[in-house]
């Protein structure tokens, strides 16, 4: 995932353009896991690398960067230290690592966690060359290793279901008319295999964080929005088969995968302003529609969702540019989630009974990562924003998929 500064601003402007121009646009079944006995039950202390409790971490863990510069609306920019945090379902967090102001590891921006929970994968923006410089963190020891892509070539995330290769896009992105080969690369940046030619991809990916072609558990298969739906293309090069979704003309993302046998995909809406959610069978059957179309009220478009004991819970884009929650019940009005303290949210990950949220100022940056139960109203701060810091620009959660 990219730096916030960058992150906001593609919000806003994605959030303005997909009100004005949309039409010419474009079983995770697991709770909460038991606390490990060297949990951090404190929102303002962090535990060291060597309390982390290697052995439970996996679905609802998710690595973090935050960022203690300074910047915002009547602040003097002061470069800070860059930490990278292990946070646990229950709240507490683990300072893995943390770089000085002005380091070149300051500046890289986290894109991925390998399966195996082993390894995080960083990029830094592309040279003069346009080459995009690759790095890998042993998460256990500290040793980085790297490698420069092609020119055109931008690294999306580790393969799956452990991590053993990193799936990459060539190409230009920027409109649905874009055409982008998806890639594997090994772990030292050759290429191994180009998997499939795919027109229309990235036409939301990247507003919402999500990689713009997830791969399922297994790691044999992975989808890819185009212009009139999804494309199932294998691991081992080649598309299986095409899944357009009924209506859209005008492009659709990928999301995740729902269940072993369906996509989650966010789809362009006619003249609405902003996306729709269907899920999208892999064999081709007809895809059923999960939210409706958004004509009205705070929520613009739907572009993630969130299947909690407790109803469904989807990302949208609201007013001005902002992100909203809201809760989807299965027939009637769409109720919006408000999460204190923030002005703008966004859902991350998920157990069974709570959000992991992104809590994100206005005018002034400062992003905390909490939970959130949405039924309990009860929050738990994983990690807090000091005074007029970037706080959290980045989170990469442990493998994301279906429902919770």
């Given amino acids: 995932?990219?730096?916030?500064?960058?992150?906001?601003?593609?919000?806003?402007?994605?959030?303005?353009?997909?009100?004005?121009?949309?039409?010419?646009?474009?079983?995770?079944?697991?709770?909460?896991?038991?606390?490990?006995?060297?949990?951090?039950?404190?929102?303002?202390?962090?535990?060291?690398?060597?309390?982390?409790?290697?052995?439970?971490?996996?679905?609802?863990?998710?690595?973090?960067?935050?960022?203690?510069?300074?910047?915002?609306?009547?602040?003097?920019?002061?470069?800070?230290?860059?930490?990278?945090?292990?946070?646990?379902?229950?709240?507490?967090?683990?300072?893995?690592?943390?770089?000085?102001?002005?380091?070149?590891?300051?500046?890289?921006?986290?894109?991925?966690?390998?399966?195996?929970?082993?390894?995080?994968?960083?990029?830094?923006?592309?040279?003069?060359?346009?080459?995009?410089?690759?790095?890998?963190?042993?998460?256990?020891?500290?040793?980085?290793?790297?490698?420069?892509?092609?020119?055109?070539?931008?690294?999306?995330?580790?393969?799956?279901?452990?991590?053993?290769?990193i799936l990459a896009e060539k190409g230009t992105l920027g409109n649905g008319n874009s055409t982008i080969t998806l890639q594997r690369y090994s772990l030292a940046g050759q290429l191994q295999t180009s998997l499939a030619a795919v027109k229309g991809l990235d036409l939301f990916a990247g507003i919402s964080g999500i990689p713009s072609a997830p791969y399922n558990s297994g790691g044999t298969k992975l989808a890819a929005g185009t212009s009139n739906g999804l494309v199932l293309i294998s691991?081992?090069?080649?598309?299986?088969?095409?899944?357009?979704?009924?209506?859209?003309?005008?492009?659709?993302?990928?999301?995740?995968?729902?269940?072993?046998?369906?996509?989650?995909?966010?789809?362009?809406?006619?003249?609405?302003?902003?996306?729709?959610?269907?899920?999208?069978?892999?064999?081709?059957?007809?895809?059923?529609?999960?939210?409706?179309?958004?004509?009205?009220?705070?929520?613009?478009?739907?572009?993630?969702?969130?299947?909690?004991?407790?109803g469904l819970y989807v990302d949208g884009f609201g007013a001005c540019g902002t992100l909203v929650i809201g809760r989807q019940p299965a027939h009637g009005k769409e109720h919006r989630v408000n999460v204190p303290g923030a002005a703008s949210s966004l859902i991350v990950d998920a157990t069974k009974s709570q959000l992991m949220v992104e809590r994100i100022n206005g005018c002034n940056p400062g992003v905390s990562l909490v939970w959130f139960n949405p039924t309990m109203k009860t929050m738990k701060i994983a990690i807090p924003v000091g005074k007029n810091q970037e706080g959290v620009t980045g989170v990469a959660p442990w493998f994301i998929s279906g429902k919770y």
């Fill in 235 to 310: 691991n081992a090069g080649g598309v299986i088969r095409k899944l357009p979704v009924p209506g859209v003309k005008f492009g659709c993302d990928a999301v995740r995968w729902w269940s072993s046998s369906t996509i989650l995909a966010s789809c362009s809406v006619g003249n609405e302003p902003g996306p729709q959610l269907w899920l999208v069978p892999v064999n081709g059957a007809k895809p059923k529609a999960q939210t409706p179309p958004r004509t009205s009220g705070f929520d613009l478009g739907d572009f993630n969702s969130w299947q909690l004991s407790s």
């Fill in 1 to 165: 995932m990219t730096r916030r500064a960058g992150f906001l601003r593609r919000h806003a402007i994605a959030a303005v353009a997909i009100v004005a121009a949309a039409a010419a646009a474009v079983g995770l079944a697991v709770p909460a896991l038991a606390a490990p006995s060297s949990r951090i039950a404190s929102a303002d202390r962090a535990g060291t690398a060597a309390a982390v409790p290697w052995s439970k971490v996996g679905p609802g863990w998710a690595l973090a960067t935050y960022s203690a510069t300074h910047a915002g609306e009547g602040v003097k920019p002061k470069a800070g230290a860059t930490t990278l945090y292990l946070v646990d379902p229950q709240g507490g967090r683990y300072k893995l690592f943390t770089w000085p102001a002005h380091s070149s590891q300051s500046g890289w921006y986290l894109l991925g966690w390998s399966g195996d929970t082993t390894r995080a994968l960083f990029s830094s923006l592309p040279g003069s060359a346009g080459r995009q410089h690759v790095y890998q963190l042993q998460l256990r020891t500290g040793k980085v290793t790297s490698f420069r892509l092609p020119a055109k070539v931008t690294a999306v995330g580790y393969t799956r279901p452990d991590g053993l290769n």
